[in-house]
């Protein structure tokens, strides 16, 4: 029998009983659990979980939602319910910095990372042979008309393409705070330091002034606040005083790369949780 997987996540106050009634639930609706993650975090009293379940092709969603919903109710659940056959649609922006596209675009391709990439976009034309190389869609917006008009411009482009998921891979351009609003969740940002310090422009630079010992790397979600929205990802490497502006420049590319890749990662897998403004990552 052909099977699909289900992912369903979870969020609501620590109870008694919160894991007998969600996985008797999904056994009574033929569902076969292939991974059950879960935390409560103690310092605030709450409960995240996220599991993943076999079903048989003729799962329906709303048979499902049927029988869990009065559990949901029950324990004041904030739930949702994936298909993991249903893809998410990924748009990149990009400006003329070009290893961090790379490495999305090279880690999809090996099936890494699971989703579509329907289309690319940048602010600059430096990076449109990527684009053609990889067969996808670029675009070109016009910053240059003001930041409500070129916005205007990138939102239909993103409808045209049913964008789940905005990806901001070192696009260097600061989004106002309508965009990120209509975007909340949806929108990931890498930063090239380590985050809450060095935050805005130049970042290795600030990093080199201060004498660091170390440099990092942030993936996170894109708010209103610059370079302050939860934080999914972050990743460091050592670096020695003789170290120039420049090596820290290089260095940190490897770093950028990988961060990006596992914070779009985590958010495709439906790892991760939002509340109060900071995230809870669950695998």
């Given amino acids: 029998m052909n099977q699909q997987t289900i992912t369903l996540t979870i969020t609501c106050s620590d109870q008694t009983g919160l894991i007998s009634a969600i996985t008797g639930c999904i056994a009574e609706s033929g569902g076969n659990i292939l991974n059950l993650a879960q935390h409560t975090a103690t310092d605030i009293d709450m409960f995240f979980c996220r599991i993943s379940f076999a079903v048989g092709a003729d799962f329906k969603n709303t048979n499902f939602t049927s029988r869990f919903e009065p559990i949901a109710e029950k324990f004041s659940m904030d739930w949702k319910l994936y298909n993991n056959s249903e893809k998410k649609r ?111 422009a130049r970042p290795y630079h600030q990093a080199w002034q201060k004498g660091v010992k170390i440099i990092g790397a942030t993936g996170h979600f894109a708010t209103e606040d610059l370079d302050q929205g939860p934080i999914i990802f972050q990743d460091v490497i050592p670096v020695a005083d003789t170290c120039s502006v420049d090596e820290f420049i290089r260095m940190g590319k490897d770093v950028e790369r990988r961060v990006l890749v596992e914070a779009v990662r985590r958010y495709l897998r439906h790892s991760i949780f939002l509340h109060d403004g900071r995230t809870f990552v669950i695998e």
Wanted: contains cysteine; aromatic residues 10%.
């Fill in 90 to 200: 990924v748009a990149l922006l990009v400006s003329k910095t070009s290893h961090c596209l790379y490495e999305i675009l090279l880690k999809h391709a090996d099936g890494e990372l699971d989703c579509e990439i329907p289309v690319i976009i940048s602010n600059h034309p430096d990076l449109a042979h990527i684009a053609t190389a990889f067969h996808i869609p670029f675009y070109q917006v016009d910053t240059g008309k003001g930041k409500e008009a070129y916005e205007a411009d990138l939102q239909g482009i993103l409808e045209k393409y049913k964008t789940d998921l905005v990806v901001l891979a070192r696009y260097m351009q600061v989004m106002s705070g309508q965009f990120c609003k209509r975007w909340e969740g949806r929108i990931i940002n890498i930063h090239h330091g380590f985050l809450p310090a060095f935050k805005g």
